[in-house]
C-alpha cells in the first residue's frame, strides 16, 4: 500500500526556519512527483509547491515564493519543504500528496496519495 | 490564477437522497479537475480526476461531469460516510487552486 508519512511540524516564531519532510514508500518514489498542500485551522486546502519526479523542476505558490524551498532525496525516498521568513499566517497542517500520474519530464495532475499530514504553528 | 468556485457552502441532505454539488472555474480547466473529499481531520482523498474518472476503489453513487468551467459532483444516494466536506481542483495551470469546499451536512 503507497504511504506518505510527514514529520518536523512543530512551534516556531515569526521569522524563523523550520523544515518538514515526507517519506513515501511501497511505491517506485523517484518516479512520482510531489506536492505540499496547506490547511490552516478551520481553513480550506492551499497548494503550496510541487516537485517533478527527478527533482529538476519546481512550482510555487506566490504566498510562498522566495520564502520555502522544495526538495527531495531519491536514494531516501524523502521530500523536503525548508521554510524561513516564517509568518503567522503560514500556520497549518502540511499534507504531502503525490500525482496520479508518473510521466516523466511531466507534472501537475490529480493527487491520489495523501500523508497524514504534520502541523506547522507560527507564534511567539 | 484560476478561481475555483464552489456551491453551496453548505448541503443538507437526508440519509439515501442525491447531492449535487457545483464547481466553477473563472476560466477554462478543460477536464483538468478533480474532487476530493475530505472528513474532519484526516487527510483528503481523491475522488474524481479527468472531471469525470472515478479513482481508485470509489463507490459508483459518486460520479463527476463538466467541461470547461462548469462542473458537478453527484452523489447518488447519499451514506452515512458521505458526510463530509468536498473540494474541488483545477490542475490545468499553475498555480494549481482549490475551491473552498462544500459542507454536506446531515438534513
Known amino acids: 500500500e503507497v504511504q506518505l508519512l510527514e514529520s518536523g511540524g512543530g512551534l516556531v516564531q515569526p521569522g524563523g526556519s523550520l523544515r518538514v519532510s515526507c517519506e513515501g514508500s511501497e511505491f517506485t518514489f523517484g518516479s512520482y512527483a510531489i506536492n505540499w498542500v496547506r490547511q490552516a485551522p478551520g481553513k480550506g486546502l492551499e497548494w503550496v509547491s510541487a516537485i517533478s519526479g527527478g527533482g529538476d523542476s519546481t512550482k510555487y505558490a506566490d504566498s510562498v515564493r522566495d520564502r520555502f524551498t522544495i526538495s527531495r532525496d531519491n536514494s531516501k525516498n524523502t521530500l523536503y519543504l525548508q521554510m524561513s521568513n516564517l509568518r503567522a499566517e503560514d500556520t497549518a497542517v502540511y499534507y504531502c500528496?503525490?500525482?496520479?500520474?508518473?510521466?516523466?519530464?511531466?507534472?501537475?495532475?490529480?493527487?491520489?496519495?495523501w500523508g497524514r499530514g504534520t502541523l506547522v504553528t507560527v507564534s511567539s | 490564477e484560476i478561481v475555483m468556485t464552489q456551491s453551496p457552502v453548505t448541503l443538507s441532505v437526508s440519509p439515501g437522497e442525491r447531492a449535487t454539488l457545483s464547481c466553477r472555474a473563472s476560466?477554462?480547466?478543460?477536464?483538468?479537475l478533480a474532487w476530493y473529499q475530505q472528513k474532519g481531520s484526516q487527510a483528503p482523498r481523491l475522488l474524481i480526476y479527468g472531471a469525470s474518472t472515478r479513482a481508485t476503489g470509489i463507490p459508483v453513487r459518486f460520479s463527476g461531469s463538466g467541461s470547461g468551467t462548469e462542473f458537478t459532483l453527484t452523489i447518488s444516494s447519499l451514506q452515512s460516510e458521505d458526510f463530509a466536506v468536498y473540494y474541488c481542483q483545477q490542475y490545468i495551470k499553475w498555480p494549481i487552486t482549490f475551491g473552498g469546499g462544500t459542507k454536506v451536512e446531515i438534513k
Open positions: 500528496a503525490r500525482d496520479n500520474v508518473a510521466v516523466a519530464g511531466s507534472f501537475g495532475y490529480a493527487f491520489d496519495h
Open positions: 476560466q477554462t480547466v478543460s477536464g483538468h
